[in-house]
């Protein structure tokens, strides 16, 4: 099954702020990209918001995530396609992506961080956040480090660059609560 409530299931596993916060932008994202694709929105954005859901159980232990989080989803009832995309998104356990979505979850994953740093140094403002800002960003490997620069490039094969941050910006964008404070 597709969970009615994905974040309220994410939330039973994690309480790390920061990473609620990551996952909820990885599944607007996921959201935004679905309809270039004509792919299911609901379901690109349930398995943005999980894909992280055992992060605080496997405790930095990446030869275990994905692989605990699935079997936390199936726990819960979740169906085995969603479970799967969750598990194979940890690429340091798997590789050769190819269908959609994973290809989308690896972009996602990886730009979702970059996006919110770069709205972070324009004071939260993420309306003025735009691609060639995050592009600009992109090439320098010092912002936000830990966001890989290859892994945002997953996306190519199937989407042009510049659409998916375009995207990628209008999901951010549409969760993005700081600027209205
Ligand atoms: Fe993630």
Redesign the pocket.
């Known amino acids: 099954m597709v969970p009615d409530d994905p974040l309220a299931l994410l939330k039973e596993h994690v309480t790390s702020e920061t990473l609620i916060e990551?996952?909820v932008a990885?599944g607007a994202i996921m959201r935004a990209l679905a309809p270039h694709l004509d792919e299911d929105p609901d379901l690109f954005e349930t398995i943005g918001i999980l894909?992280?859901i055992d992060?605080e159980e496997v405790a930095g232990d990446m030869e275990r995530h994905g692989i605990v989080g699935a079997e936390m989803l199936l726990h819960a009832g979740v169906s085995e396609e969603i479970a799967d995309t969750v598990r194979k998104?940890n690429h340091h356990l798997f590789r050769g992506h190819s269908r959609p979505v994973d290809l989308c979850l690896q972009s996602a994953?990886s730009i979702?961080g970059l996006i919110i740093a770069c709205a972070l140094v324009k004071g939260g403002a993420i309306g003025e956040v735009t691609v060639k800002t995050v592009k600009k960003k992109m090439k320098d490997k010092g912002f936000a480090a830990g966001c890989d620069r290859d892994r945002i490039r997953s996306i190519e094969p199937i989407m042009d660059l510049d659409l998916f941050i375009q995207s990628a910006i209008e999901g951010v964008t549409r969760i993005w609560r700081r600027s209205d404070d």
Do not use: A, K, L, R
Request: net charge negative; proline share 0%; with cysteine.
């Open positions: 990551h996952c990885t894909h992280d992060y998104h994953d979702s």
